[in-house]
């Protein structure tokens, strides 16, 4: 059956014919990355693929000192089952150095476990559930957690006289993860929830929620849903009812304005205030030529999102730990060298927390404008160095 | 005389406005060919549907060897020995005429709900079942699916199936109907050859049939009963040449 | 007018003219049966870094068995299987996760009874009606039951899934491994354990006698069949093994996610039952077999678009050969046994 | 008050993609779980006619619903006919395939992100008529369900297109015998049901989104409908619509915490109740 199993993307190393003294090429290292390639997530695969490709272009194919190999697996949405069994291939059959890619939540649990069993360092680069790195010891995060983006949110709206907060979350998970740290760093400064709902994932119709919260008159109502189809329908059913005009203010989660699906969403977004690690638009030398590069190696005038950036900077982690640990690909001192790692990203300085393997980084608050045209989150305030709220 | 095996007292069925059965009393005895003959839509299936428990009669009873039985349910009518043929045939088009008459064995012997023991391991049923399929005349047909057999042959099956229950009291709704003459011999053989101490219920447009068979019928116009006697009388009743005979055969 | 001969039924003695051994020979097992169950051993050895698939094999295969009790013999068309299925998962998770009893066995035992229940709660509603609304009534149920799951994101672990689930070693012995044959060798054996069961009760007088419903439902009362009884006896049934299915999952993969309960694993079963051909058992095994191998390769060949080959050879599957794949056999096997009747 | 009135707002818009379902599932007999991809395609011919061609809003609706109706026929000729005397389940497996397909195709001509629409300024906000906030699309929606239900209705209730089409299903042996052009009945029933599930399914996008996982994700709500409403019946549908529209949206504002339940609960307890749906013949 192996025949069939196909090798998607094969980077090889350059090997120049002036490093001929050089004695021939270590052992390639084999990264199995874990993704949606397929169905309505399809993006999260495409964005991972080109911030990987991206890095590897920009460092002559080679990590670490070693060519890769990268194995793509489709997992298409949160199909843990699917996920485990696939993890377990890559283990046996394609004898992978590396996880990474891992867009949804459950997904990363399952892979976590496997990691854990087979000893093979997982480089999460999306999923945000705070525990996965609590679950298993051969877990890094590059990406963020629900709760990291959810808490500066709270501490902007209370630092700018907001001090009435109705909530909205989608009911599962994450959104219940969302409301639980907007709620405990709100009522920590001051602010009181006068209300809170959590509305079916399922759910494309949210008149009725949003009449609900007009009529509770609060401050400002925050928001937390999945990034696609729930985000505009909530912005549009906002519009229409006017919250604007009744004196509320929408604030949210970036999931609200990803840069994937900004220009669908329109204006609706405009004006909206939302929290989050990484917009296209961060004003940084490195994010200029970070956006620069993803638009050459992939030909295509897409924008990079945060799984783009944060696929890139898993591979540099990767690279980080290798530099330590000399080349050696063992898992448990890959591990090890992964801790503590802090380096420039894109989105700006970031760190992997020595005690809990999950990312520190900076958050900004970003409004929706038209820049030439085009709908981007401007950055204008941020919170430096958040840590997982759910793991202090 | 003996007491009535089946009997209905002012068995009234209406469908919305319109009255199917009206005010009907029967009294069948033991070992009776008691037949049910009127005009289309007077009601006859109707009458069997309400005496089998198909249909709950809007008032009046029915009773069964005495007993109320108004408000049984089909599958406890039968256990009590009271067996019915369908006017078109209901059977199980894939299964073969032996699976069908096992079937129905093996619930008439309460093995019915037995789900280890494969019904080719259930000797009792399987002899029991090819002697009805033999006695029907159906052995050489006994391993064909029913969907592949003649309508007469499937006619002889319906009858299988009812006989299988070994009913005290059968009722027969036409079971000659859409029965080509050519294949109609070897159903009235079976009809003849069935035991003298089973009461039959038969509903039957064809008069040769009825007057063959029949020792007492009874008449049914618009849903009541208009008449009761001996094959003889009725034959001779003006009324019933006018409303049923006359059209019968002109037909 | 008084009969000519004896009555029919009251007569002894065997009939002489009609054979009885077609019926009797249905119950055997056939060479190519023995065959069919060479291919999980023979898949061990072929294919030993495949296991974790051959398992999700196995698995989906008595849980496509358990649809065709209800569908292919019984009759009802259930677009909310999962149920059962997810009832089982959670069951077989609950009790290694919140209880601490990782034994594998307890754990089926445990999930199979967990589910029956829930069978025996659903029936009522799932029997009283017909066609589309019998359908709708079990797409409403699949889909409260995964509601529920959700809302009790605390107790569940909602759409993270339920950690923390450990397995014993199976009978003491064998620890669940990486390379997934623990897993493997204990699926393949729940599996044929439960095909052995499912193969007895269809050709049982009350397998009979599910199937007769199917074919005509209303004439079974004047045999003296309670239908709703035999049917809720089936869905039951059904649903232990589901939830059989269900916990072999959470056991092999050693967590539950809620997609369990989804409403795409009832589509996807009952796409894969009807591919296979229902109403025969070796549908179900031919159709998992099929359908997942074929999701897998086409995932692997053409992960963007997998989609597409699967929704073709599913039209193709309709238009071309209407009773799934096993209707394919279906001239042969007729030949087969009319020769046997002529022997 | 507000609340009612966006719930049958909402009930008006399911009726409109559900009722297409009500002339093929519902007439028909033909299980067409691809009615979702129908009213996507509706749904992506109004984004692109109106968003890349410039066309005004409500020619391009028209458009949608004309080119879905055309594409309905096209695959009633090749493929649909083909299976009108198939079981159930093979309509099942074969229309679930048609989905799978057109969700792939829908993903490479469009990609998997949502497709904007841009709503008319006339179309847009809200009115206040005596106490009551009125969504203008909302409003629009009401209207044309009425005049879609009311079209509808007489269509097949009254007209002799109605009785052929009834005849057709019932008996269509029968049917031919008295001339009627059966196959004729069927492609136009069909095209109009498509046709339904497009203007549907444009109007849609607004209020629903639209992506290439449409087809399943609401697919149940259509099937809910048609269920609870009563095979073939449009007035049922309609009424079904209504209530489950208006259930669920004062599920969510009163009691927001069982909202997913809600329209499950109410689907389930309606069959049990009355299993041939509100106005279904039996």
């Avoid at chain 1, 010891?137 to 709270?154: E, H």
């Avoid at chain 4, 509706?42 to 006619?49: D, N, P, Q, S």
């Avoid at chain 4, 792939?104 to 001509?109: D, E, L």
């Avoid at chain 4, 009551?132 to 005049?147: E, K, T």
Wanted: hydrophobic fraction near 50%.
């Amino acid at each position: 059956m192996s025949k069939f199993s196909l090798i998607a993307c094969t980077v090889l190393a350059m090997s120049g014919f002036g490093l001929a003294a050089e004695a021939a090429d270590p052992a390639p290292i084999k990264i199995g990355v874990i993704a949606s390639y397929s169905g309505p997530y399809a993006d999260y695969g495409r964005q991972f693929d080109d911030g990987i490709a991206l890095w590897l272009d920009e460092h002559g194919g080679k990590l670490g000192g070693h060519p890769v190999e990268i194995v793509k697996k489709d997992v298409p949405g949160a199909a843990p089952d699917l996920a485990k069994r696939v993890a377990q291939e890559l283990v046996v059959k394609d004898k992978v150095n590396f996880f990474a890619g891992l867009d949804f939540s459950p997904n990363a649990y399952a892979v976590g476990a496997v990691a854990k069993e087979a000893k093979i360092p997982a480089i999460v680069m999306n999923a945000s559930s705070s525990a996965i790195t609590t679950q298993s010891p051969y877990v890094a995060r590059v990406s963020f957690t629900v709760q990291q983006v959810s808490d500066p949110m709270a501490r902007w709206a209370v630092k700018n006289g907001i001090t009435k907060v109705y909530t909205i979350v989608a009911d599962y998970g994450p959104g219940a993860d969302s409301e639980t740290a907007f709620e405990k760093a709100f009522t920590a400064n001051g602010g009181a929830i006068v209300g809170k709902v959590r509305a079916p994932l399922s759910s494309p119709d949210f008149s009725a929620y949003v009449q609900r919260i007009k009529d509770e008159k609060p401050q400002a109502v925050f928001f937390f849903f999945p990034s696609g189809v729930l985000p505009p329908a909530f912005l549009k059913a906002a519009k229409e009812r006017g919250l604007e005009e009744a004196g509320i203010k929408v604030i949210a989660t970036g999931e609200a304005t990803d840069d994937s699906y900004l220009e669908a969403t329109g204006d609706v977004a405009l004006g909206l205030i939302t929290s989050h690690h990484y917009s296209y638009a961060h004003p940084s030398e490195k994010n200029r030529k970070f956006v620069e590069g993803i638009a050459r190696v992939t030909g295509k005038k897409l924008r990079p999102s945060y799984f783009a950036v944060a696929a890139y900077d898993g591979m540099a982690a990767l690279d980080g730990a290798l530099a330590k640990t000399g080349g050696d690909v063992d898992g448990a001192k890959v591990m090890e060298a992964l801790k503590g790692l802090s380096f420039e990203s894109p989105r700006g300085p970031i760190e992997i927390d020595a005690a809990t393997r999950d990312i520190v980084q900076t958050v900004y608050i970003r409004k929706t404008e038209k820049v030439n045209g085009e709908l981007v989150n401007v950055e204008f305030d941020q919170f430096d160095k958040v840590k997982d709220p759910a793991k202090q | 005389m003996t007491p009535p095996v089946l009997e209905t007292r002012d068995l009234v069925k209406t469908f919305g406005g319109f009255t199917a059965t009206d005010g009907v009393s029967l009294s069948i005895a033991k070992g009776a060919r008691h037949a049910l003959i009127g005009p289309n839509g007077a009601g006859k299936t109707t009458l069997v549907n309400l005496l089998t428990g198909f249909l709950t009669p809007t008032s009046g009873s029915v009773l069964l060897d005495g007993a109320d039985v108004t408000g049984l349910a089909q599958h406890k009518r039968v256990a009590r020995g009271l067996a019915r043929t369908f006017q078109i045939n209901r059977l199980f088009a894939d299964l073969t005429v032996l699976e069908s008459v096992a079937l129905a064995v093996a619930e008439q012997m309460g093995v019915g709900r037995r789900f280890w023991r494969p019904i080719g391991r259930h000797g009792e049923v399987l002899d029991a079942a090819a002697r009805l399929v033999e006695d029907l005349h159906l052995a050489d047909v006994a391993h064909r699916r029913t969907r592949d057999l003649a309508y007469g042959k499937q006619r002889l099956i319906e009858i299988a199936l009812a006989l299988a229950a070994r009913p005290r009291v059968l009722l027969l709704d036409e079971p000659a109907a859409g029965v080509p003459t050519s294949e109609s011999r070897e159903l009235f053989a079976a009809l003849a050859a069935l035991p003298a101490d089973m009461t039959i219920l038969l509903i039957e447009h064809d008069m040769d049939l009825v007057f063959r068979f029949a020792d007492r019928i009874s008449v049914l116009v618009s849903g009541a009963v208009l008449l009761e006697d001996t094959p003889e009388v009725v034959a001779g009743h003006p009324l019933v040449r006018e409303v049923y005979l006359g059209e019968a055969h002109h037909v | 007018m008084t009969p000519l001969t004896p009555t029919s039924s009251d007569r002894a003695g065997p009939a002489a003219t009609v054979d009885l051994a077609p019926l009797r020979r249905a119950a055997r097992p056939r060479a190519l049966e023995f065959a069919f169950w060479l291919l999980p051993v023979a898949a061990w050895f072929l294919f030993p870094e495949n296991l974790a698939l051959l398992t999700q094999i196995a698995i989906t295969a008595i849980f496509a068995l358990s649809l065709d009790l209800v569908l292919g013999y019984a009759g009802i068309v259930t677009l909310g299987h999962a149920a059962f299925f997810g009832v089982g998962a959670y069951a077989a998770g609950m009790l290694s996760a919140k209880l601490g009893i990782g034994d594998p066995l307890l754990g089926l035992v445990f999930a199979a009874a967990v589910s029956a229940l829930a069978g025996a709660i659903t029936s009522p509603f799932v029997l009283r009606g017909t066609g589309l609304t019998r359908l709708m009534v079990t797409i409403g149920i699949g889909m409260m039951l995964f509601e529920a799951a959700n809302k009790a994101n605390d107790f569940t672990g909602g759409v993270d899934g339920l950690q923390g689930i450990e397995m014993t070693p199976l009978l003491g012995l064998w620890s669940f491994d990486l390379w997934g044959k623990t897993a493997y060798v204990y699926a393949v054996a729940v599996l044929f354990v439960v095909f052995l069961v499912a193969r007895h009760v269809v050709g049982s007088p009350f397998g009979l006698s599910l199937r007769a419903i199917h074919m005509n439902a209303a004439r079974m009362p004047a045999l003296g069949v309670s239908v709703d009884a035999r049917l809720t006896a089936a869905w039951i049934a059904a649903a232990a093994i589901a939830g059989i299915a269900g916990a072999l999952l959470t056991q092999t993969t050693q967590f539950v996610s809620i997609d369990v309960l989804g409403f795409g694993r009832s589509a996807e079963i009952l796409l894969i039952l009807i591919l296979g051909g229902a109403g025969r058992l070796y549908g179900a095994l031919v159709g998992a077999i099929v359908f997942v191998t074929l999701h897998h390769l086409l995932a692997d060949v053409d992960p963007e678009y997998w989609q597409l080959w699967i929704g073709l050879v599913l039209i193709g599957i309709v238009l071309f050969a209407r009773n799934g794949l096993m209707g394919v056999v279906d001239p042969f096997e007729r030949l087969l046994a009319r020769k046997e009747t002529k022997r | 008050m507000t609340v009612v009135f966006d719930g049958i707002a909402s009930g008006m818009l399911l009726f409109l993609i559900a009722v297409g379902l009500s002339v093929t599932l519902g007439l028909m007999n033909f299980v067409n779980l691809a009615h979702g991809a129908f009213a996507m395609f509706g749904g992506y011919v109004c984004v692109v006619a109106s968003g890349r061609w410039g066309i005004p809003f409500l020619p391009a609706v028209v458009l949608a619903a004309l080119a879905t109706a055309a594409l309905g026929a096209l695959l009633e000729r090749l493929l649909f006919r083909r299976l009108y005397g198939a079981s159930q389940l093979d309509q099942v497996l074969f229309s679930i395939g048609l989905v799978f397909v057109a969700m792939a195709i829908a993903r490479w001509g469009f990609g998997p992100a949502q497709q904007p629409i841009r709503l008319p300024a006339w179309l847009q906000g809200q009115v206040h008529l005596g106490g009551l906030d009125i969504g203008v699309y909302r409003a629009f929606l009401v209207g044309l369900g009425l005049a879609v239900a009311y079209g509808l209705h007489r269509a097949i209730g009254v007209t002799r297109f109605g009785a052929r089409l009834r005849a057709s299903v019932d008996k269509p042996d029968v049917a031919r015998g008295m001339g009627i052009d059966v196959d004729r009945v069927f492609v136009v029933t069909f095209a109009l049901g498509s046709g339904l599930a497009g203007l549907g399914g444009a109007v849609g996008v607004e209020l629903l989104g639209l992506d290439p996982s449409f087809p399943l994700r609401y697919l149940v709500y259509f099937l809910i409908v048609v269920a609870v409403g009563g095979s073939g019946s449009i007035p049922g549908s309609l009424i079904a619509a209504i209530l489950i529209g208006v259930c669920d949206v004062a599920g969510k504002y009163w009691m927001p915490q069982i909202g997913a339940f809600i329209i499950y609960t109410v689907m389930v307890v309606m069959l049990i109740v009355r299993p041939h749906g509100l106005l279904g013949r039996k």
